[in-house]
């Protein structure tokens, strides 16, 4: 099945720089990549995704690579806001149409 | 649009204990999906519903959990009897389409607490 990793697990930046989060998969089938946000006690919310027949994808502040050959995609956000610090999954279908989510990335914004 | 609900939001319970999980999704999605995410750790799915059939249930511990969607709609998850390791955050979400290629709308969440 498929197997998402997630690096880094915590990031903490300034207010005002840039944060990348990695994630590489395993399954050469996946096809779609979405990318979630979850704050303390709530659910997870969807923030961008990507399909796999785009490299790229921007969305004012936030944007997502695909690279498909090397099975990686990252999410990019730019000029970093305290209200960013949250908890950020990735996320790959498997061949079977199954989401398998990678373990999460603590992004803290220090003002 | 009103989004995924779910109740309770928290729950205490000792082991051995029985509780239940409710979760209402967005209007006319027919996809729904309950997830547990371990504190830490990123959701795992353990049932998918197809209206009121099952997808994909293979991560479901069929022992002790069970989950039913009798008219398609809301959907309700147990667990009986409750252990140690159950503690967790239970999501339930859903989209419009049927497979994972679709966007899922997760709803708030239950934190489960077994004691």
């Known amino acids: 099945g498929e197997n998402v990793e997630q690096h880094p697990s915590t990031l903490s930046v300034q207010e005002g720089d840039s944060a990348v989060i990695k994630c590489t998969y395993s399954?050469?089938?996946?096809?779609?990549f979405p990318w979630y946000k979850q704050e303390l006690g709530k659910g997870p919310q969807l923030i961008i995704d990507?399909?796999?027949?785009?490299g790229e994808k921007k969305d004012q502040r936030i944007a997502v690579t695909l690279n498909k050959t090397a099975k990686h995609f990252s999410l990019h956000i730019t000029e970093t806001q305290p209200e960013d610090s949250a908890v950020y999954f990735c996320?790959?279908?498997?061949?079977?149409?199954?989401?398998?989510f990678g373990a999460g990335t603590q992004v803290v914004v220090t003002p | 649009e009103a989004g995924v609900a779910q109740s309770p939001r928290y729950k205490i319970i000792e082991k051995r204990q029985s509780v239940a999980f409710w979760c209402n999704p967005i209007?006319?999605?027919?996809?729904l999906y309950w997830y547990q995410q371990i504190l830490g750790q990123g959701p795992k799915l353990l049932i998918q519903?197809?209206?009121?059939?099952?997808?994909?249930d293979s991560q479901l511990p069929k022992d002790r959990f069970s989950a039913e969607r009798l008219k398609g709609v809301d959907s309700t998850l147990k667990i009986q009897p409750a252990k140690l390791e159950d503690s967790a955050v239970y999501l339930c979400?859903?989209?419009?389409?049927?497979?994972?290629?679709?966007?899922?709308?997760f709803g708030p969440g239950t934190r489960l607490t077994v004691l």
């Open positions: 519903f197809q209206n009121n059939g099952v997808v994909d």
């Open positions: 399954d050469s089938a996946s096809n779609y």
């Open positions: 990507i399909r796999s027949n785009v």
């Open positions: 209007s006319g999605h027919a996809t």
């Open positions: 996320a790959a279908t498997d061949s079977w149409g199954k989401f398998q």
């Open positions: 979400a859903s989209s419009s389409l049927k497979g994972a290629t679709d966007t899922q709308y």
